[in-house]
């Protein structure tokens, strides 16, 4: 070939190329954005979204941090900051913000600075509240260490479809202040409890707050990850079994043991991401007097009678599926409760995807990346099981538990089988919500209380 066909050929080849690009959509650049393959209930709602930041105290709480090792424990004001999103007047999706968070496993580790970064969201910092409510209230609660920005592409994509989210930095178990282990073991159901009373006080008629008629605080979800997941369970209603009771000093324990509190009335529904706690998970941190189920005994267990979704990857190393959270779903028998399960991946598949500034720093990467999945994937995931979830048992809505009442439990088995107009064939058996080739990898249980 001489030169000028050669030139001209490149130029032809150059040209697709260029019109391809021309029209190549945006990057997701902000958490909870849908992909293409997204199922149908990973999308935003109706609703702009608001966001404010609450700063609440929970007065005259055990300082567990500061406890002896033997004599009364020190009494003190918890401090907790929340972040609060909610249906905002707007078209859906436009707004536009930052979440300032820190990197890092607690403050003073210089292999894992607190490293300042920002993470964007599709929300109005202190926009007004849609006054079309009152809306159900769910708690977002995150691991340790985490915080209240950790999942925000999903407390934005619920408060966008009509929920009023709240989530939590749990003192002493964020990346900028973890401290002692104990303080998180006890406090978690604590902080979860609270924070819905302070909801429910703050929605109230006449309360001078901008949630005022907004929070239906008696249709209440608590949404956990990791140890969120294992405070979710135990508020409602999965106490701990005695034999963790030298895990905390002062005997602090023993008012999360079952039959030693009562269970707030107003959660109905809980969502465990990955939920730590587990036997697999009490040994693999070196504690060998656990119960038959980590923190849980049989009677513990039987005493989560709220509607529970349980999230978890196959091959996870930190809570664990075979002896970890699948026992727990099992085991759970006076409730109806669901299992979603991501085949191969390991710990990490509720958070927001690695934000940039993790990338030179291999530890706080893999604290939020899954080596199997795209972060991205998992979020919309994540998105449509837990609306479904939330619809059926929080408004009521009957027809989401179609997305939920699969015919085959591993979604690598379906058949994708319709007619030319798009309606199933008699042998179809795919999963509602997903289109064909986009169900992969992923399990779906459900078992109902004895």
Same mark, same amino acid.
């Given at each position: 070939?001489?030169?000028?066909?050669?030139?001209?050929?490149?130029?032809?080849?150059?040209?697709?190329?260029?019109?391809?690009?021309?029209?190549?959509? +945006?990057?997701?650049?902000?958490?909870? %954005?849908?992909?293409?393959? +997204?199922?149908?209930?990973?999308?935003?709602?109706?609703?702009?979204?608001?966001?404010?930041?609450?700063?609440?105290?929970?007065?005259?709480?055990?300082?567990?941090?500061?406890?002896?090792?033997?004599?009364?424990?020190?009494?003190?004001?918890?401090?907790?900051?929340?972040?609060?999103?909610?249906?905002?007047?707007?078209?859906?999706?436009?707004?536009?913000?930052?979440?300032?968070?820190?990197?890092? /496993? $607690?403050?003073?580790?210089?292999?894992?600075?607190?490293?300042?970064?920002?993470?964007? $969201?599709?929300?109005?910092?202190?926009?007004?509240?849609?006054?079309?409510?009152?809306?159900?209230?769910?708690?977002?609660?995150?691991? #340790?260490?985490?915080?209240?920005?950790?999942?925000?592409?999903?407390?934005?994509?619920?408060?966008?479809?009509?929920?009023?989210?709240?989530?939590?930095?749990?003192?002493?178990?964020?990346?900028?202040?973890?401290?002692?282990?104990?303080?998180?073991?006890?406090?978690?159901?604590?902080?979860?409890?609270?924070?819905?009373?302070?909801?429910?006080?703050?929605?109230?008629? $006449?309360?001078?707050? =901008?949630? /005022? *008629? @907004?929070?239906?605080? %008696?249709?209440?979800?608590?949404?956990? #990850?990791?140890?969120?997941?294992?405070? +979710?369970?135990?508020?409602?209603?999965?106490?701990?079994?005695?034999?963790?009771?030298?895990?905390?000093?002062?005997?602090? !324990?023993?008012?999360?043991?079952?039959?030693?509190?009562? @269970?707030?009335?107003?959660?109905?529904?809980?969502?465990?991401?990955?939920?730590?706690?587990?036997?697999?998970?009490?040994?693999?941190?070196? @504690?060998?007097?656990?119960?038959?189920?980590?923190?849980?005994?049989?009677?513990?267990? +039987?005493?989560?009678?709220?509607?529970?979704? !349980?999230?978890?990857?196959?091959? %996870?190393?930190?809570? =664990?599926?075979?002896?970890?959270?699948?026992?727990?779903?099992?085991?759970?028998?006076?409730?109806?409760?669901?299992?979603?399960?991501?085949?191969?991946?390991?710990?990490?598949?509720?958070?927001?995807?690695?934000?940039?500034?993790?990338?030179? *720093?291999?530890?706080?990467?893999?604290?939020?990346?899954?080596?199997?999945?795209?972060?991205?994937?998992?979020?919309?995931?994540?998105?449509?099981?837990?609306?479904?979830?939330?619809?059926?048992?929080?408004?009521?809505?009957?027809?989401?538990?179609?997305?939920? *009442?699969?015919?085959?439990?591993?979604?690598?088995?379906?058949?994708?089988?319709?007619?030319?107009?798009?309606?199933?064939?008699?042998?179809?058996?795919?999963?509602?919500?997903?289109?064909?080739?986009?169900?992969?990898?992923?399990?779906?249980?459900?078992?109902?209380?004895?």
């Amino acid at each position: 070939m001489n030169r000028s066909r050669l030139t001209l050929s490149l130029a032809l080849l150059t040209v697709p190329l260029a019109a391809a690009q021309t029209v190549a959509p +945006a990057p997701l650049t902000v958490p909870g %954005d849908t992909r293409p393959d +997204a199922p149908e209930l990973a999308a935003r709602g109706q609703y702009a979204v608001g966001v404010r930041t609450l700063n609440l105290v929970n007065r005259g709480q055990q300082d567990i941090v500061n406890a002896p090792k033997e004599g009364a424990i020190p009494r003190y004001d918890r401090p907790l900051t929340v972040e609060v999103w909610y249906p905002a007047p707007g078209v859906s999706g436009s707004g536009s913000t930052t979440y300032p968070d820190v990197l890092g /496993s $607690g403050p003073g580790d210089p292999r894992r600075p607190n490293t300042p970064f920002e993470t964007p $969201g599709r929300a109005t910092r202190d926009a007004p509240a849609v006054q079309a409510g009152p809306f159900p209230l769910v708690i977002l609660s995150h691991g #340790y260490p985490g915080s209240r920005i950790l999942m925000s592409y999903l407390g934005e994509n619920l408060a966008s479809k009509g929920y009023i989210v709240a989530s939590i930095d749990h003192t002493d178990s964020t990346h900028g202040d973890k401290a002692a282990f104990a303080s998180t073991l006890v406090n978690r159901a604590l902080d979860d409890t609270f924070v819905i009373g302070e909801m429910a006080r703050l929605g109230a008629a $006449g309360s001078g707050s =901008f949630l /005022s *008629n @907004v929070v239906n605080a %008696d249709q209440t979800g608590i949404v956990g #990850y990791s140890m969120g997941g294992y405070g +979710a369970l135990n508020a409602a209603g999965a106490g701990f079994g005695p034999q963790m009771a030298p895990l905390v000093p002062g005997g602090a !324990f023993a008012q999360r043991q079952v039959g030693n509190y009562t @269970v707030d009335p107003r959660i109905k529904a809980v969502v465990a991401l990955a939920p730590w706690g587990g036997d697999a998970a009490v040994k693999a941190i070196g @504690v060998n007097f656990g119960g038959k189920y980590g923190f849980w005994e049989d009677a513990g267990l +039987a005493n989560l009678k709220v509607p529970t979704m !349980f999230i978890v990857g196959d091959r %996870d190393d930190v809570a =664990f599926y075979e002896g970890g959270v699948k026992p727990l779903f099992e085991n759970a028998v006076n409730t109806e409760r669901y299992m979603v399960v991501y085949q191969n991946a390991s710990h990490n598949s509720a958070p927001n995807p690695p934000p940039t500034a993790s990338l030179g *720093n291999f530890d706080d990467y893999m604290h939020y990346a899954e080596p199997a999945w795209d972060l991205g994937r998992l979020n919309n995931l994540n998105q449509h099981f837990v609306t479904a979830f939330l619809n059926l048992k929080l408004k009521g809505q009957a027809a989401a538990a179609e997305y939920l *009442n699969v015919p085959v439990q591993k979604s690598n088995d379906i058949k994708f089988s319709r007619n030319a107009d798009g309606t199933p064939k008699p042998d179809d058996t795919s999963w509602k919500g997903f289109k064909d080739r986009t169900a992969r990898g992923i399990e779906l249980y459900k078992l109902m209380p004895k």
